[in-house]
């Protein structure tokens, strides 16, 4: 059961384009996101902490080892 690719022409294919205006505010809210994320794994625990307790450091501890933040 061969096929025969004879008599089949390729399309050229389009790529949708997306505008800057729409796309921004993702960007903007991504970027926000991982403020808050480097926060809790790089700050939390210290001077500007948020939560008390060793909660968020013992559940970001070896991602802070990981991303190279002391934390002893």
């Excluded at 794994?41 to 991602?63: I, K, N, P, Y």
């Amino acid at each position: 059961m061969a096929q025969s690719a004879v008599g089949s022409i390729s399309q050229p294919v389009s790529l949708p384009v997306i505008p800057l205006r729409e796309l921004m505010p993702w960007a903007i809210f991504g970027g926000l996101v991982m403020l808050l994320a480097i926060y809790f794994v790089g700050a939390e625990q210290g001077a500007t902490s948020l939560m008390h307790g060793r909660a968020v450091h013992e559940f970001v501890h070896d991602g802070r080892h990981l991303l190279g933040f002391p934390c002893h």
